[in-house]
């Protein structure tokens, strides 16, 4: 079984700063990738970055980058410079390849607020 | 050009109604999800269809019945609404699953209220 924490309930960021938002996960899968989606007020989900547990860069999309360490079963996502857009709930997820990333689990999310 | 969608975005019924929400894809996937999303935010997987052949049935009560005539399509009906049945549901879809990198990409949403 694929299990994600997320212990933070919320974080309060100003604009323009860089925000980190931890994962942590627990699973007996050697193969597996790791996801972030950011859901708006609006309600929808976003997508926003992917890790593979064998990629040994971590990786980075704009502005987002995933801090992976695989020892500690981490995936904390960056946010650098901050906008008041990004005020969000963010989620983390799992899923393993055996599955073919079929099966996410998510965690219960982060609500991060961006202030002027 | 939406490339997940759902109608309807907003449902407000009484208990004991059977009621039916769309889900449409046209980015070429394979595989399509159902998701219900708690009022505390909890995201959590119902069903998974490749090709039109359920491939993932969380423990779901069997009022839920999920219905594929397409690769494109997966429509979520719900026999005898109860008042929990209160959520969001998310469909998603991800290209064929046993390759690398399948992203899942989610429509709207469709809240709904049981009343």
């Known amino acids: 079984a694929q299990k994600i924490t997320q212990t933070q309930p919320g974080m309060f960021v100003q604009e323009k700063e860089a925000v980190t938002l931890d994962c942590t996960y627990d699973?007996?899968?050697?193969?597996?990738?790791l996801f972030w989606y950011k859901q708006p007020s609006s309600g929808e989900m976003i997508f926003l970055i992917y890790?593979?547990?064998?990629?040994?860069q971590n990786a980075t999309e704009g502005r987002y980058s995933l801090n992976f360490q695989k020892a500690r079963k981490s995936a904390n996502l960056v946010i650098s410079a901050s906008q008041l857009g990004d005020s969000a709930m963010y989620f983390c997820a799992m899923a393993p390849f055996r599955s073919g990333y079929s099966t996410l689990t998510f965690g219960k999310g982060t609500m991060l607020l961006v202030s002027p | 050009d939406t490339a997940v969608s759902q109608t309807p975005k907003y449902l407000v019924t009484q208990m004991g109604n059977d009621k039916s929400i769309k889900c449409e894809q046209n980015?070429?996937?394979?595989?399509m999800y159902w998701y219900k999303q708690d009022s505390k935010k909890f995201l959590k997987i119902m069903f998974s269809y490749n090709n039109k052949e359920l491939i993932i049935n969380e423990t779901v009560p069997n009022r839920f019945s999920p219905k594929s005539p397409d690769k494109a399509h997966l429509n979520l009906h719900i026999n005898s609404l109860e008042l929990g049945d209160s959520a969001v549901y998310f469909c998603?879809?991800?290209?064929?699953?046993?390759?690398?990198?399948?992203?899942?990409?989610f429509g709207p949403g469709t809240r709904l209220l049981v009343l």
């Open positions: 998603a879809s991800s290209r064929l699953a046993g390759g690398t990198e399948e992203t899942q990409y």
């Open positions: 980015l070429g996937h394979d595989t």
């Open positions: 890790q593979g547990s064998y990629d040994e």
């Open positions: 699973t007996s899968d050697q193969s597996y990738g």
